[in-house]
């Protein structure tokens, strides 16, 4: 059968033999067909062993139990059916002959080549992804329809590559030519981004390749293929979640807020900023630290219920998080007020919470200062009453000792001028405290020879360290003072010009200790009725203040002493603490 179509179509001086071994040798498969095309007259083994039979074997046999669909055979990639029912992909290519015989040529298939059909390539475009190709020996760049339509150039071979670098910003180009050629060098595949000019109009875009390397037999680079994308889009709204990040970040900076993540399902927390290292006192490279670790060891044990309960309700109701509590910084052990708040994130509504997004704040100055507020109201409002009761005992007092109208006006007036005189220098004070030489000084320098409080003769002598007086003893002190001095300015030393006051003071053990001496005076004498300075002194002082008072009316002048105890003072009330 072989030897007739030899005749047919081999060359005169070639012998049968040598075309049948050239036939049976040859490295692709071979199959003289018949004229009709419906029967396999000769196959060569290498065509018997991709089909699975043996040499010989499909001599006779019909084109359509090796070939699927074999009613009219056609050249291209084609299915073949093996001997054991699989299929396999060859390449069919028909040449006629002399004769009207048919051979039949087969080649394998590149797998890669299965894949690029038209189908594919409306896949590619729909994805907005276009092929191209370069040609480094020509420097031309081959175009699809859609990467021409993406870069702005006709399809097919329309540009070079040197006539597209001038459209790329020169430093990326220079990067992507550093880019390209290290992946060409290490023989695997690249990828980059850049902007691009299109060369229809001049629009900037930012497009996306990738490609890698064709060689030769020799391994030499003689092109490259690769895909291209439009990823503007893309750019633009990466770039506008970046700038949305970055204002976020700045506004969380400047309002001190510290932000996070919590992942539900494996309790796992992310710090998104450094705010939220330093409000608990950690270092980045120590890590975050999830709810339980939270809720065990961070959060103070009184705060737990509630914050709990916070979760558990955000939790059910599907709100926001909020919750209050005390925390204790990993670096100095101190104790700090947090506010959080935060909003549980599910897939779909109904679902499982995936995390938990939310922001963290310092609020212990701010808890600080509304329980100083709460305190100084309350402060206010007894310091108030008491001011009142005082004026109301001045006023009762004074009508009481009064001898005529003037002598009332000019004793009420003199005691509520030292109250006010007293309540100023609280007010004026940092921590609403009265120094107590400054009371002293007020009502006795008046009386002094020396035009200077710093430089006070005998006549006046204050003598005693720096104390200053709480606002709950300053004021009935104060009033002593007031009342001592016009005792003094009335009957005692201040009375003539030869008399002298000396006081000193000193604070022993918390208790302020006071001695009032007069000398140099008229001739004293123990009085015989009790007026207001001494009611004063020993109700006042002794019930308001807890004083223990002593007076000695001796003829050489009168001598007073105090004990008072120094209360301890409300660090809230300080504004500076």
């Known amino acids: 059968m072989l030897e007739r179509a030899d005749q047919g179509s081999r060359s005169p001086d070639v012998s049968p ?172 595949h690249y990828e980059f981004q850049t902007r691009f000019r299109r060369a229809a109009d001049d629009a900037e875009i930012w497009v996306g390749a990738r490609g890698e390397a064709v060689l030769s037999t020799d391994g030499t680079p003689v092109g490259i293929v690769g895909v291209v994308q439009d990823i503007t889009t893309r750019v633009e709204a990466r770039a506008a979640l970046t700038e949305r990040e970055e204002r976020l970040r700045v506004a969380t900076t400047v309002a001190n807020l510290g932000i996070f993540e919590w992942h539900v399902l494996d309790d796992r927390a992310t710090w998104e900023n450094e705010r939220m290292f330093a409000l608990f006192g950690r270092r980045p490279e120590e890590g975050s630290i999830g709810k339980s670790t939270f809720l065990k060891e961070i959060l103070h044990p009184e705060d737990r219920p509630a914050f709990r309960q916070a979760i558990v309700r955000a939790l059910r109701e599907d709100t926001i998080l909020h919750a209050t509590g005390r925390i204790r910084r990993h670096d100095d052990g101190t104790w700090r007020t947090i506010d959080m708040a935060g909003k549980f994130e599910r897939g779909r509504a109904g ?126 002190i104060g009033m002593a003072i007031h009342e001592l001095t016009t005792n003094a300015a009335k009957y005692g030393a201040l009375s003539t010009g030869r008399g002298r006051v000396a006081i000193t003071w000193n604070v022993r053990d918390g208790t302020l200790h006071l001695d009032w001496r007069e000398s140099g005076g008229p001739t004293v004498a123990p009085p015989t009725r009790q007026g207001f300075g001494s009611r004063l002194l020993q109700r006042v002082l002794t019930t308001q203040v807890q004083a223990t008072i002593t007076t000695d009316y001796a003829p050489e002048g009168f001598h007073l002493t105090l004990a008072a105890p120094m209360p301890d003072r409300n660090p809230a009330l300080n504004p500076l603490a």
């Open 351 to 476: 679902a499982l919470p995936r995390r938990l997004i939310g922001v963290v704040a310092d609020v212990t100055d701010r808890h600080q200062s509304e329980e100083r507020r709460s305190l100084l109201i309350r402060e206010l409002h007894h310091r108030v009453k008491n001011t009142l009761a005082t004026v109301q005992a001045i006023v009762g007092s004074t009508a009481r000792t009064a001898t005529s109208i003037d002598s009332f006006h000019e004793a009420f007036v003199g005691r509520i001028k030292s109250l006010a005189h007293t309540h100023s220098v609280l007010t004026e004070a940092t921590w609403q405290t009265a120094r107590l030489r400054d009371l002293l000084a007020s009502e006795l320098m008046p009386y002094a020879e020396s035009e200077t409080e710093t430089s006070p003769d005998l006549r006046i002598v204050l003598d005693g360290p720096p104390v200053d007086l709480p606002s709950d003893i300053a004021v009935p």
């Open 17 to 188: 033999g040598l075309y049948r071994a050239a036939f049976d040798a040859a490295p692709v498969g071979l199959a003289i067909l018949s004229p009709d095309g419906r029967t396999i007259r000769a196959a060569n083994p290498r065509l018997c062993g991709w089909l699975g039979h043996p040499p010989g074997a499909l001599d006779g046999q019909a084109v359509a139990s090796v070939l699927e669909g074999a009613q009219a055979v056609e050249p291209g990639i084609r299915r073949w059916r093996r001997a054991d029912g699989t299929g396999i992909d060859l390449r069919l290519s028909l040449s006629e002959e002399a004769g009207g015989e048919t051979v039949a040529v087969a080649e394998e298939v590149d797998a890669d080549e299965l894949v690029r059909a038209e189908q594919n390539r409306d896949a590619l475009t729909a994805a907005g992804l276009g092929e191209w190709r370069w040609d480094l020996t020509t420097g031309e760049m081959a175009f699809s329809r859609r990467a021409a339509q993406i870069l702005g150039y006709a399809p097919g071979r329309s540009v070079t590559w040197a006539a597209m670098r001038g459209r790329i910003d020169p430093e990326d180009a220079e990067r992507i030519g550093a880019t390209v050629s290290e992946a060409i060098a290490q023989g695997r």
